[in-house]
């Protein structure tokens, strides 16, 4: 921030950064909630502090996310080998390729049509036989 925020700015900022509304934070700081809209309409400044400091949480979220990736797919290995029952098998399987996003039209655009075909046809084979495990 160019300009130095005040003591309630200061207050404000973590508040507004973690999802509070502005009436919210303005009762917690002792503000009036105009007070608080006039600090995120009208003070660049404290717009760029807040912005910085909601970028910063989102940076632990994304690698606090990435952190337990790793469990995830471990996971999903272990269940799409060890598992007894083939529809748990077949729904980790449908899973995997769908969140690889091997199925989806915009990730096949560098594919020949056979292969597009062929991918088609697996993701309409696991589709049924995950849906026909889960009637049985």
Known sequence: M??????????ALPLLASGLSGAETAK???????TVSQWLNHCPD???????????GMRQAMGQLQGTLTEAV???RRI???SKTDAVRLKAAQFIIEAYGITKERNQAHLDPVSRAELAVVGDILKGLVGNRATA
């Open 46 to 56: 404290f717009m760029e502090s807040l912005e910085e400091l909601r970028g910063a």
């Open 28 to 34: 917690i700081v002792g503000v009036k909630p105009s």
């Open 2 to 11: 160019g300009k130095k925020p005040t003591s309630k700015q200061t207050r």
């Open 80 to 82: 799409l080998t060890t």
């Open 74 to 76: 471990d996971e999903l």
